[in-house]
């Protein structure tokens, strides 16, 4: 997988490089190019924003040099995605759909945003995505990228060391995951559940998913409505 990223900080992409995104680098499962937007500007400033039509606080991104960047670094068939709080919620589902793409290209927006033409144009010959990584504003789209691209990168074969971890993912079944523990049995005070040393795999397997199912429907019980009917078992209804 190609994947390329585009902003006015590039120094902010250098984790991408870091552990395992960087194993994942080295064994040529990714290949990642940061291109610093700047790079397709003229004026001696380097300008990439102006003020925004209508009025309004704060700065909007030019459209021409966003659209000579992206030009350049798209293909037929990129992905183009760009972070934004205004986007549609970037989802482990999505994580998986971009996984099994071959270029990926982020457009990193800053100030007030990128002119809306540059997303409206680029769709004219590539798919494009306004995801949101949650309900708050960063400065930037770069951290948004970083998680974006780790939690694409762990899904590509190869790259986690461990491939069953997936299938436990929170979220693989529409769950929040439960508790983890390990060694000691006891500390400061705190015990391990007993299930978990009993090994009667049925009633540890039972155990988890209770515990997936009462946090889920504490911490994320909008994610119980999205889940079908059939979803559940005789013994998660008694629950
Ligand atoms: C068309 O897209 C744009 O104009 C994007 O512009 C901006 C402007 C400011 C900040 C960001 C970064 O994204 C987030 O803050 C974000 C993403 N998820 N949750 C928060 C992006």
């Known amino acids: 997988m190609q994947i390329d990223v585009v902003t006015i900080f590039p120094e902010y992409l250098a984790p991408l490089r870091a552990a395992l995104l960087g194993k994942a680098i080295d064994k040529g499962l990714i290949s990642v ?3 610093d937007l700047r790079d397709w500007t003229q004026d001696v400033h380097k300008a990439v924003d102006d003020s925004p039509y209508g ?3 704060g700065m909007v991104m030019k459209p021409d040099i966003w659209g000579q960047a992206l030009d350049d670094v798209c293909t037929d068939s990129t992905r183009l995605i760009v972070p934004t709080p205004a986007g549609r919620p970037f989802t482990q589902a999505l994580a998986h759909e ?4 071959s270029h990926l290209v982020f457009a990193c927006g800053r100030y007030e945003g990128i002119d ?9 010959r590539v798919r494009v995505d306004e995801v949101s990584i949650g309900d708050y504003v960063l400065v930037g789209g770069e951290v948004a990228v970083l ?5 694409v990168a762990r899904l590509l074969p190869g790259v986690l060391g461990n491939p069953k971890s997936h299938a436990e993912d929170s979220f693989q079944d529409g769950l929040l995951e439960g508790p983890s523990y390990t060694r000691p049995e006891v500390w400061r005070e705190l015990a391990v559940p007993d299930v ?7 009633l ?8 997936s199912l009462v946090r ?19 013994h998660d209804r008694a629950l």
């Open 33 to 35: 190019g940061v291109h």
């Open 55 to 57: 009025g309004g606080p």
């Open 98 to 101: 971009y996984a099994s793409e």
């Open 116 to 124: 809306q033409r540059v997303v409206d144009d680029a769709a004219r």
């Open 147 to 151: 998680a974006i691209v780790e939690a």
């Open 196 to 202: 978990l040393r009993s090994g009667n795999h049925k």
């Open 204 to 211: 540890i397997n039972r155990w988890r998913r209770d515990q």
């Open 216 to 234: 889920t429907f504490e911490r994320r019980p909008d994610l119980l409505e999205s889940l079908p009917a059939e979803a559940f078992d005789k």
